[in-house]
């Protein structure tokens, strides 16, 4: 029962969630929240639900004052909750699920209501809901070496290879001597290694990618395509194997795909995009990966042109050059935009190239749209606020970056930027007290961010 996105859930279902979302940004949590789990009641599978209702608990969470406290009266009054989702995770997990929702209203980062939670996931064939679950709770305990294991299982079963890595690679750091540690990350090193590499991976299976091969000749043909360095004739010998392959399923888009990543390693670009337009032409142009790919070649075609016209010398050249490609990918951000209006992510990468190209108006009207999407909607609320400061609506640009700070409870690069800007936009409205607080948040865990020494000794001095 794998998750479904809005798209795939009927209109009145989209209304609903609209109106949570429209909640939240009017601040009103409960309701939203109450929206949200009758929308999650009738179709559990909606992640995008799942995900706001998550970010409107820790919201209200935190707002209450919650705490080490409050985590502890929340576990004395959720026991029998716990023990009763517990005992339907095999029988009845959709149940489970609704029990564990309820809980988390109470204490959203308890341990045992989220680790109910994503077991019951889990058993509802849910990954996407446990893997976010667990993501949320990792930010509040970034240290927690079984959540970095648990969650980095996860995403190597879900073959999110490099994330996978990243969790074993922070338990390295946390016990560099744990031969279980070390293990885990060369494990998910391997693995991340051969997915960036091309090669089939073991459908989950564990062993290696042998297991999948139908014989040694194709397992030695794979192992040739993974070669970190490859010679010419390597790369020619794939690209008559794929080439053969089109031959056989002239139709079969992953071929095609794969023709265009050893044309690009061969350099031969014109062909890689030769054969991506092909793709695009026999997908009916709706692949918004190929439609991507496409355009990430030309930029790169862009570039290589940019670096021939710098080493012959031609600056004059080269501005141009440089003026065509900066045109070339705000139009073309704006096309994929229209030929796929409900992909939010489009929506966000628009915005940003509008903000650069100080089209704030039309940047506010792209970013409106993309917080809306859960793993874009810190940044969209910073550049909506980067947006009002540039038109000089101060006071709006700080209700952004307050409403993206507190959904941050770590004090990561992104929150770090937050509080920094909102520290410019209280200055700038002479609010300057407020302005070196949150320069000194920043300041006792990142002395080098930007100019902030700078400015706490300029305060001290003041002072």
Same mark, same amino acid.
Not at 83 to 103: D, F, I, T
Not at 220 to 227: D, F, N
Not at 339 to 344: E, G
């Given at each position: 029962m794998p998750e479904v996105t809005l798209e795939e859930v009927p209109r009145k279902m989209r209304e609903v969630f609209e109106k949570a979302v429209s %909640?939240?940004?009017? #601040?009103? *949590?409960?309701?939203?929240?109450?929206?949200?789990?009758a929308l999650l009641d009738t179709e559990p599978r909606l992640l995008q639900a799942r995900k706001l209702l998550r970010a409107a608990q820790i919201k209200k969470f935190r707002e209450s004052g919650g705490g080490a406290m409050r985590h502890l009266t929340s576990s004395l009054a959720g026991i029998g909750g716990v023990? %009763? #989702? @517990? *005992?339907?995770?095999? @029988?009845?997990?959709?149940?489970?699920? +609704?029990? %564990? !929702?309820?809980?988390m209203m109470k204490d959203p980062l308890n341990k045992q209501f989220y680790t109910l939670l994503a077991k019951a996931a889990i058993a509802a064939d849910l990954p996407e809901t446990a893997i976010h679950t667990l993501e949320f709770a990792l930010e509040a305990e970034p240290e927690s070496i079984d959540l970095l294991y648990w969650l980095g299982g996860l995403y190597k079963d879900g #073959?999110?290879? $490099?994330?996978?890595?990243?969790?074993? !690679?922070?338990?390295g750091t946390l016990r560099p001597n744990d031969p279980k540690a070390i293990k885990a990350l060369k494990d998910a090193q391997a693995m991340d290694t051969m997915k960036s590499g091309r090669w089939t991976e073991a459908a989950g299976e564990v062993g290696g990618y042998r297991k999948v091969m139908k014989d040694a000749e194709e397992a +030695?043909?794979? !192992? +040739? !395509? %993974?070669?970190a360095v490859k010679t010419a004739g390597d790369i020619d010998t794939l690209i008559a194997d794929q080439l053969k392959k089109i031959e056989r399923e002239p139709n079969n888009i992953n071929y095609r795909r794969a023709l265009a990543e050893h044309y690009i390693r061969a350099e031969r670009l014109d062909e890689a995009l030769a054969t991506l337009q092909e793709a695009d032409r026999i997908s009916g142009g709706g692949d918004p990966q190929i439609d991507r790919s496409i355009s990430n070649l030309r930029v790169r075609k862009f570039d290589a042109r940019i670096e021939e016209l710098r080493a012959a010398g031609d600056e004059a050249g080269v501005q141009a050059a440089e003026q065509e490609k900066d045109a070339y990918l705000l139009a073309d951000a704006e096309e994929r935009v229209k030929?796929?209006?409900? $992909?939010?992510q489009f929506k966000y990468e628009h915005g940003v190239l509008l903000f650069e190209h100080g089209q704030f108006i039309e940047a506010i009207q792209q970013f409106q749209l993309s917080q809306r999407n859960p793993q874009r909607r810190i940044r969209s609320l910073y550049y909506l606020a980067r947006c009002f400061e540039q038109k000089g609506q101060l006071d709006i640009a700080a209700e952004q970056l307050e409403k993206a700070s507190s959904e941050l409870s770590v004090l990561d690069n992104t929150k770090k930027d937050i509080l920094y800007e909102l520290g410019v936009v209280y200055d700038q409205m002479g609010q300057r007290e407020k302005a070196v607080d949150l320069f000194k948040q920043i300041y006792s865990v990142d002395i080098a961010y930007r100019d902030v020494a700078e400015r706490i000794e300029k305060s001290y001095k003041k002072g």
């Open positions: %909640a939240m940004e009017r #601040g009103n *949590a409960d309701y939203a929240t109450n929206m949200l789990l023990m %009763a #989702g @517990s *005992a339907m995770l095999k @029988s009845k997990p959709l149940k489970a699920l +609704q029990a %564990a !929702e309820k809980l #073959g999110i290879t $490099d994330k996978a890595r990243e969790c074993f !690679e922070r338990i +030695q043909r794979l !192992e +040739q !395509e %993974a070669k030929r796929y209006p409900n $992909d939010l």
